[in-house]
């Protein structure tokens, strides 16, 4: 058996030669003659591996000075909540652009600690839009404002970052960061769960304006306050260590692919060839998102006929193309073509949908 095209949305395919790599230096890692996950996150070794990590990442999203960047636990779901614990005050509002799943249940979460408001909504359109900026209703009282920049679930993904002047805008990256170059100067705090596009699960990524971490002072747990861990480098707890040493892997990686330029170049690539090819079934297969906001990451999309659909999932199995299944929320099928999923991946996909509609017609 070999491994498989695996089109999960998460946790989710990794580069094969990083996988390699951790396999190789498992029992051994560096100089150390222990495993990185047997070592304490105090010594050297690890500090260093940490800090190449960071600085890896850094020149990956040319992330300015003045921005911290953390390496945290908790899954980008805790953040749903520790967001409007460290930027906003008890009551206060926060504006939220409703565009899916993932930014319906940040706004379930924040309500624990602020007051969300519901600034623009896709939900009319059962989520297969963007809602235009310009129809955007901003508080001025806002704390920030809270955007999915990709709906893994619903497949809807922002092209732009949008202008929200002098309001923090606050992005939930789990599922896009790192998939092409975006200007980080436009955020006020990014984070990211690691197991879409970066890493294995347990990892989150925050990227905070420095400004934004005073915030917070005094008022929540250390450990829940960014300032803190922004203080103690991410150390003031044990953090996930081998999340953060695989995460530093795919970094290297993607400079050695050429950086994010590059791959904004093949993932462009490898969703105009899937979408084409739904486009092209003459209707045997579905994807209806706008075409100006269709994810490039997670293609969601539905056989005309959804008695197949059981059919249609073991037969791609079968032909080693994994996790094709949609999400519960949508139904159908979903294929998640993150940085790590090759381009013959995608051709492989491409040319069993062909198949499977020639020999199902
Ligand atoms: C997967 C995902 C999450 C939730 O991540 P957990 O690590 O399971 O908490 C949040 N937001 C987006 C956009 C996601 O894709």
Redesign the pocket.
């Known amino acids: 058996m070999s491994r498989a095209f695996n089109f999960s949305?998460?946790p989710a395919v990794l580069p094969e030669s990083v996988l390699r790599q951790a396999q190789e230096e498992l029992l051994e890692w560096g100089g150390e003659r222990a495993s990185v996950m047997e070592v304490s996150h105090r010594g050297k070794a690890f500090m260093e591996m940490a800090e190449a990590a960071e600085r890896d990442l850094r020149e990956l999203l040319a992330i300015p000075q003045h921005y911290r960047v953390l390496f945290l636990q908790?899954?980008?779901?805790?953040?749903?909540a520790q967001v409007p614990m460290n930027l906003a005050r008890p009551g206060q509002p926060v504006d939220f652009v409703l565009t899916g799943a993932?930014s319906e249940?940040?706004i379930a979460e924040a309500a624990h600690f602020c007051a969300p408001r519901v600034a623009a909504s896709a939900a009319a359109g059962v989520f297969r839009g963007i809602p235009e900026r310009s129809q955007w209703r901003l508080s001025e009282e806002a704390a920030y404002v809270h955007i999915?920049?990709?709906?893994?679930?619903h497949g809807v993904e922002f092209f732009e970052s949008p202008d929200t002047g002098a309001m923090p805008l606050v992005a939930?990256?789990?599922?896009n960061l790192l998939s092409r170059p975006i200007d980080v100067s436009r955020y006020g705090l990014i984070f990211?769960?690691?197991?879409?596009n970066i890493g294995p699960?347990g990892l989150?990524i925050v990227i905070v304006r420095e400004d934004l971490l005073e915030r917070s002072t005094g008022r929540v747990a250390r450990i829940f306050d960014y300032a803190c861990h922004a203080r103690e480098k991410s150390l003031l707890n044990t953090p996930p260590t081998f999340g953060w040493y695989l995460a530093g892997l795919v970094f290297r990686w993607l400079k050695g692919q050429g950086g994010l330029a590059a791959m904004a170049q093949v993932n462009d690539r490898k969703a105009a060839m899937l979408y084409a090819a739904i486009d092209g079934s003459g209707g045997y297969y579905a994807n209806r998102v706008d075409p100006a906001a269709r994810s490039r990451m997670n293609v969601p999309f539905a056989l005309h006929d959804p008695a197949l659909d059981a059919l249609f999932l073991e037969e791609s199995r079968a032909a080693g193309l994994l996790a094709l299944k949609g999400h519960r929320v949508v139904g159908g099928m979903r294929a998640s073509i993150y940085n790590a999923m090759p381009e013959e991946g995608v051709a492989a996909l491409v040319s069993f949908l062909r198949d499977f509609a020639q020999r199902h017609g």
């Open positions: 949305a998460g908790g899954g980008a779901s805790q953040h749903f993932w249940k940040a999915a920049s990709n709906e893994t679930i939930d990256m789990s599922s990211a769960g690691a197991q879409k699960s989150v």
